[in-house]
C-alpha cells in the first residue's frame, strides 16, 4: 500500500542553520505531495505542495521539490528562525482516491 | 475567513464513559474529514463526509465510533464506550470540492482526548 516515511526527530539546529527534512513515499501512479507543519497546540497548516514531478513548491523560506525517480520530497530552508520550531508531517495524496497518507512527522527544535 | 472551528479543545473521561467532539468546516467547503492523531504519529483519516454523504469510513472503529454529517455542514464525532487506546487528538479538517488531485484540506486545531 502507499506510505510515507519521514526521517526521525527531533532535529535541533542554530538560528540560521540550514535545514533538511527527508521524506520519500511509496505510491502507484502520480500522488500530489504535501509538506503540513503543526505549531504548538494548534493544528496543521498546509506549509507547500508539488502535484506533479519535478514541481517545486515553495512558501515561507521553505522549498520541496517532487523528485519521482528518487520518490522523494525534501523539505529545505537555508536559514531557520526560532519562530519555525514546530512539527513537520509529508504526506501524500493517494492517485484515485486522493485519500492523504501521512508520514510520522519530524519535530524541528531552533536555538537562538 | 474563518477556519475550522471544533470544541471542545480538551476532554477528559474515564473508559466506558461516551464523548462527543464538535466541528464547523469552512464555509462552503463540500467536503469534512475526521482524522486520529495518536501521539508521535501522523494523522489517520477516521471518516470522510461529501456534503452530508459518508464516502469512506474504512478505518473508523464502527463498534465504539459514529459520525453524523446533518445538513452537511456541521459534524459530531462520536465514541461509546471510550477505551484507553483512544487517547489521541482528533482532528477535523475540510475541503473545498472533493477531495480532488492537489487538493488541500484545512485543518481545525483539534480536540485531545484523555481516557484514564
Known amino acids: 500500500g502507499n506510505s510515507v516515511t519521514q526521517m526521525e526527530g527531533p532535529v535541533t539546529l542554530s538560528e540560521e542553520a540550514f535545514l533538511t527534512i527527508n521524506c520519500t513515499y511509496t505510491?502507484?501512479?502520480?500522488?500530489?505531495l504535501f509538506w503540513y507543519v503543526q505549531y504548538p497546540g494548534e493544528g496543521l497548516q498546509l506549509l507547500l505542495k508539488?502535484?506533479?514531478?519535478?514541481d517545486k513548491g515553495s512558501n515561507k523560506g521553505f522549498e520541496a521539490t517532487y523528485r519521482k525517480e528518487t520518490t522523494s520530497f525534501h523539505l529545505e530552508k537555508g536559514s531557520v528562525q526560532v519562530s519555525d520550531s514546530a512539527v513537520y508531517f509529508c504526506a501524500l495524496s493517494d492517485t484515485g482516491t486522493y485519500k492523504y497518507i501521512f508520514g510520522t512527522g519530524t519535530r524541528l527544535k531552533v536555538l537562538a | 475567513e474563518a477556519g475550522v472551528a471544533q470544541s471542545p479543545r480538551y476532554k477528559i473521561i474515564e473508559k466506558r464513559q461516551s464523548v462527543a467532539f464538535w466541528c464547523n468546516p469552512i464555509s462552503g467547503h463540500a467536503t469534512l474529514y475526521w482524522y486520529q492523531q495518536i501521539l508521535g504519529q501522523g494523522p489517520k483519516l477516521l471518516i470522510q463526509?461529501?456534503?452530508?454523504?459518508?464516502?469512506?469510513d474504512s478505518q473508523l472503529p464502527k463498534d465504539r465510533f459514529s459520525a453524523e454529517r446533518l445538513k452537511g455542514v456541521d459534524s459530531t464525532l462520536k465514541i461509546q464506550p471510550a477505551k484507553l487506546e483512544d487517547s489521541a487528538v482528533y482532528l477535523c479538517?475540510?475541503?473545498?470540492?472533493?477531495?480532488?488531485?492537489?487538493?488541500?484540506?484545512?485543518f481545525g486545531p483539534g480536540t485531545r482526548l484523555l481516557v484514564l
Open positions: 508539488a502535484t506533479k514531478a519535478d
Open positions: 505510491a502507484t501512479g502520480y500522488p500530489s
Open positions: 463526509f461529501q456534503n452530508n454523504g459518508v464516502v469512506d
Open positions: 479538517a475540510s475541503s473545498l470540492v472533493s477531495g480532488g488531485p492537489g487538493e488541500t484540506q484545512y
